[in-house]
Nanobody, 123 residues
Framework: QVQLIESGGGLVQPGGSLRLSCAAS????????MGWFRQAPGKEREFVAA???????YLADTVKGRFTISRDNAKNTVYLQMNSLKPEDTALYYC?????????????????WGQGTQVTVSS
């Protein structure tokens, strides 16, 4: 059974940094797309970043230049380094996996999801 466990969320001041991690188990993750989404209260879940099995990154325009996605296939883990955080980055952040080589920004294209980790950016 595929399981995704996120960690690293928390409360941070504007301009600060956080690093999210997602540890995966129960599947052949080395060839699957791994991604991050977020959902703020009252809003739809939105794409943040994804990374292919060859570590090609895809980032939403809203986070380009501030966030970086990376993966360690040996550890079945994907990371989201978030710098220069803004209050509008506040959301529940989800790790997701798509059983495909190809990237997608649509939540419906992803096959497995974690429970989420809360990120709050506030002074």
């Amino acid at each position: 059974q595929v399981q995704l466990i996120e960690s690293g969320g928390g409360l941070v001041q504007p301009g600060g940094s956080l690093r999210l991690s997602c540890a995966a188990s129960g599947g052949t993750f080395s060839t699957w797309l791994m991604g991050w989404f977020r959902q703020a209260p009252g809003k739809e879940r939105e794409f943040v970043a994804a990374i292919t099995w060859k570590s090609a990154p895809y980032l939403a325009d809203t986070v380009k230049g501030r966030f970086t996605i990376s993966r360690d296939n040996a550890k079945n883990t994907v990371y989201l380094q978030m710098n220069s955080l803004k209050p509008e980055d506040t959301a529940l952040y989800y790790c997701a996996v798509r059983r495909s080589l190809w990237s997608s920004v649509r939540p419906s294209d992803y096959d497995y999801w974690g429970q989420g980790t809360q990120v709050t950016v506030s002074s």
